[in-house]
Nanobody
Framework: QVQLVESGGGSVQPGESLRLTCAASGSINDMAWYRRVTGKMRSLVATISGIGRTTYIDSVKGRVTASRANAMNTVYLQLDDLKPEDTAVYYC??????????WGKGTQVTVSS
């Protein structure tokens, strides 16, 4: 079973940036980033295919960039111009709801002034 470990979060002020990393225990093709705002369910943020093609939700488009290393077990999420509404725990997992791996602990991103 694939293990997922997210890292790179932190506490920043509006307009600052963070780079999140997702490390998987095995090779993964299509991947996705999700986030969970306090009091709400997880929601999709971005996807990245095994060949590096990406999609983003409208609220982060232009501020977020998903990428991956040559190794198929590592993906990244660059967060730029962060806003308070981006505050959430960020997770990686498969982009297909019927093929999700066990959730990792996520990494906390806090944006506040």
């Amino acid at each position: 079973q694939v293990q997922l470990v997210e890292s790179g979060g932190g506490s920043v002020q509006p307009g600052e940036s963070l780079r999140l990393t997702c490390a998987a225990s095995g090779s993964i093709n299509d991947m996705a980033w999700y986030r969970r705002v306090t009091g709400k369910m997880r929601s999709l943020v971005a996807t990245i295919s095994g060949i590096g093609r990406t999609t983003y939700i409208d609220s982060v488009k232009g501020r977020v960039t998903a990428s991956r290393a040559n190794a198929m077990n590592t993906v990244y999420l660059q967060l730029d111009d962060l806003k308070p509404e981006d505050t959430a725990v960020y997770y990686c997992n498969a982009p297909y709801v019927r093929h999700l791996w066990n959730w990792g602990k996520g990494t906390q991103v806090t944006v506040s002034s």
